[in-house]
């Protein structure tokens, strides 16, 4: 037998090997969901409710609602794909203290959410969040805002895609899609065939029609902040973008310079610069 051939049969059994990892493994690369809960908001000095948002087919999801006396402003903070809303307790303390109510929620698979981690179930989680702030609590949708961070930062854009009366959206450290992200990883196969979990952060911010703030960081090793400046190329008018301190996990890019008063601007209404 020819070399040829040999190389060309090699050649398809890495490929057919490649494929059948990306298939088999996509969910488990993608979502990292953790059961146990490390704290809740009274662990930062926060008096909270917990919450069950109720899903469009009857299931619930595990969520806290940390109210801010005196203000009509609510911010629905939708997490990454990693750990659960117990990681996030410094983001929450947060988005607090720009002066709005903070309403955060699990995914379906994640903390105490029941059910399976999958896409179609974080933007069912961010429905029933936007359900439960404009029709529990009374939230007029004009003072709701869309904060999401990493993976979330694409379900917030479903979301305010979705609901063009939402008083801002905030998309921290997003990637523009699943299958960009991959391809950038696997670059000599074609991985975005294979792609079944998408995440488009670009389809869903073409279609938002509210001031748009997109935030990365420069050192970011995790998510190039190339992902948010195409983000923000493709958002509408009127949009901002904001540099951020620190690398993709952590609480770092909470120290960036000027940030709070920036955030607490556009939270309370000013529109992005």
């Known amino acids: 037998m020819s070399a040829a051939p040999l190389w060309w049969i090699g050649a398809a059994l890495f490929s057919l090997a490649v494929a059948w990892f990306l298939i088999t493994r996509q969910r488990v690369i993608v979502f990292k969901p953790a059961a146990e809960m490390i704290g809740d908001p009274s662990d930062v000095g926060l008096p909270f409710e917990e919450v069950q948002p109720r899903l469009a ?31 996030e307790l410094r983001t929450v303390a ?6 709005a109510s903070v309403l955060i929620v699990d995914y379906p698979g994640f903390g105490r959410s029941p059910g399976r981690a999958r ?12 359900e439960f702030a404009t029709r529990e609590k009374g939230v ?27 008083g801002l959206l905030i998309v921290h450290s997003a990637f523009t899609s699943v299958p960009d992200v991959a391809a950038a990883l696997i670059p000599y196969f074609p991985v975005r065939y294979f792609c079944y979990i998408r995440f488009n952060t670009l389809r869903y911010i073409r279609m938002c029609r ?12 995790h998510i190039p902040a190339a992902h948010s400046l195409r983000i923000l190329a493709a958002a509408p008018e009127p949009k901002q973008f904001i540099p951020l301190r620190g690398n993709h996990y952590g609480s770092e890019w909470q120290q960036t310079s000027g940030l709070r008063a920036t955030l607490t601007r556009l939270v309370m209404g000013g529109g992005p610069t």
């Open 140 to 166: 007029d949708t004009k003072d709701v805002i869309a904060f999401g961070r990493s993976t979330g930062g694409t379900v917030a854009a479903w979301l305010a895609a979705r609901h063009p009366d939402c």
């Open 119 to 130: 896409e179609r179930g974080c933007y069912e989680a961010a429905e029933a969040a936007w």
């Open 210 to 221: 509210m001031p748009i703030v997109v935030m990365h960081s420069s050192a970011d090793t």
């Open 57 to 87: 087919g009857g299931s619930t999801i595990h969520g806290w609602w940390v109210p801010r006396d005196g203000s009509r402003r609510v911010i629905i903070c939708l997490p990454g794909s990693v750990g659960n809303i117990s990681h």
């Open 94 to 99: 947060f988005l607090h203290a720009l002066g």
